[in-house]
Structures are given as structure tokens and as C-alpha cells.
């Protein structure tokens, strides 16, 4: 279970939210929602333990994330609005490196079993420099394929994919929410999941307090 309580975020001589709580419990996804700026990256950061809110914490499982970093950092994948590929490395050696540091040794075998359900297996042996946009984003993608993280935290996840693409991404979602998995979710996109527990939070520029609803 990850809660939120009284979160607050500034940046410079701005605030970009206050007053923030919501608790996401295991099967549920909270999607976020904003104008750019108005501390939808920023958020996902502080949830990742990479930025520190101005004011309230984030707690996991009951314990302030800040008192239990290791295990916390075990328990969560973040896919960042940048994919994190290496142009120097293949298809294949950028998603092997990646799992290595993730703790998560995959074969070869796996790993170009991984690039094929995400529609990468002709370009496994490629320099990651010649990837289009979309191909970059399937690569980081495929990393969520291997990943036993019981939290996702992702930032404009369809950003660049196709419409296969985003298909991909969004049943990589649903069916780790319905294996009791959770998600906080940063896009300007309607993810349109298949699943009911998903609620939508609207951040707005200012200071004015964040509102959480049912996502229609």
C-alpha cells in the first residue's frame, strides 16, 4: 500500500501543489493528470524517493519511505518520460544491462523472448541509435515485461508508441493490476483501461488543493 499525506512540492519561488493525500491500494492504478509544469514529473520523483517534497511524506506499507530505502527501491519500476536507452549498446545488451542493475538477470534467451512480445525481435542485434522514437519507448516497455516491482510509477508511458504500441502498454497495466499490483500513472493521453480501479487526480498550476475522482 503506498499513501500520500500532505504533500507539498516548490520549485524556485513556486508551488506547484499542497495539501496532496491519496493511498493506492494493491489492484489500483491512480492516473495523473495536469498541464505540463504543473508538478506531474516532480510528483512522480518525490514518489520514487528521488526528490524531496517541501512539506508531508510518502509512506510504504506504513513506514516513510526515507526509513526503508532499499527495500522501497526494490518494490517499485519507474519508467521515466526519457527511456534511459544507450545509443552505444544493441537492443538486446540495453535491456540485459538494464535488468542486470535491476537485480533481475535475464538470459539471452529470455531477453530476446522479452523484445518479441514487445515487438522488437527483428531489431534485437540493432544499435539503439538507429531505434525510431516508438521503438526506444517498446524498449523500456519490455523492461516492465520482466519486472516483479509491485509498484509501477510512470511518466507519459504512451508517449511515441503507435497504436499497437500503446495497446501494449496498456495491457502490460491492466494485467499487472489484476495480479494485485499497483500503479501511478502521469499522461495527457486517456489510458482507457479495462478495469475499474482506476481513479483519475487533476493537478493544477497554483496552489489550489488537488482534486481526486473517479476516472469515467
Excluded at 517534497?53 to 516513510?64: L, Y
Excluded at 523492461?143 to 508511458?157: G, H, K
Aim: proline content about 1%.
Amino acid at each position: 500500500m503506498l499513501e500520500i499525506f500532505n504533500l507539498k512540492c516548490v520549485r524556485g519561488d513556486r508551488t506547484l501543489f499542497k495539501g496532496l493525500n491519496f493511498r493506492v491500494d494493491p489492484g489500483e492504478a491512480i492516473e495523473l493528470r495536469g498541464a505540463n509544469g504543473s508538478g506531474k514529473t516532480s510528483l512522480l520523483r518525490i514518489l520514487c524517493g528521488l526528490a524531496m517534497p517541501a512539506d508531508g511524506e510518502v509512506r510504504w506499507h506504513g513506514t516513510n519511505i526515507r526509513r526503508q530505502r532499499e527495500e522501497y527501491s526494490d518494490s517499485i519500476a519507474y519508467l521515466a518520460h526519457l527511456n534511459g536507452v544507450k545509443d552505444e549498446f544493441t537492443t538486446i545488451e540495453n535491456l540485459l544491462v538494464a535488468e542486470r542493475v535491476a537485480g533481475n538477470a535475464l538470459t539471452t534467451e529470455e531477453g530476446v523472448k522479452t523484445l518479441d512480445r514487445a515487438g522488437l525481435k527483428n531489431q534485437r542485434n540493432l544499435a539503439a541509435r538507429f531505434l525510431s522514437a516508438g521503438q526506444r519507448r517498446r524498449l523500456a516497455l519490455a523492461r516492465l515485461l520482466t519486472s516483479r516491482a509491485q509498484l509501477w510509477i510512470l511518466d507519459e508511458v504512451l508517449t511515441s508508441l503507435d497504436d499497437a504500441g500503446a495497446q501494449l502498454a496498456r495491457q502490460l497495466i491492466e494485467t499487472h493490476l489484476m495480479a494485485g499490483g499497483m500503479a501511478v500513472i502521469a499522461t495527457h493521453h486517456d489510458l482507457n483501461l479495462s478495469v475499474d480501479s482506476v481513479r483519475r487526480i487533476d493537478i493544477s498550476v497554483g496552489t489550489s488543493p488537488i482534486q481526486d475522482r473517479t476516472a469515467a
